[in-house]
């Protein structure tokens, strides 16, 4: 059972529960797997990338992560070689 009181007494917290319950689910059942791209409130890979792709001086995507915290991290390339790491909120689209 969940309690309050003893949230910050656990080595995990509640978001990286939910996740690793959702991949078990998943790996039990594959079939299920379609769903996720209907979540309502999660961008997709694709339309980060698209997003990251309108800054200025970018250059190429080097890679993009879903990271313990529920935000898409990006890291990209610009034309003068500089490394740019990004974090998206996935329901806004706004750089976190």
């Known amino acids: 059972m969940w309690r309050e009181g ?7 917290s509640r978001p ?3 996740k690793a319950m959702l991949y078990r689910l998943l790996l039990e059942r594959p079939n ?3 769903l996720l791209d209907w979540l ?3 961008a997709s890979p694709e339309q980060i990338v ?6 200025d001086g970018f250059r ?3 890679e993009i992560d879903w990271d313990e915290d529920g935000f898409w991290e990006v890291t990209y390339f610009t034309n003068d070689h500089a490394r740019v790491e990004v974090r998206y909120d996935p329901v806004t ?4």
């Open 6 to 12: 003893v949230y910050h007494l656990m080595p995990w």
């Open 16 to 18: 990286a529960v939910e």
């Open 32 to 34: 299920l797997l379609p």
């Open 40 to 42: 309502p409130g999660r």
């Open 50 to 55: 698209a997003l990251v792709e309108k800054r």
């Open 60 to 62: 190429y995507v080097d």
């Open 93 to 96: 689209g706004d750089p976190g």
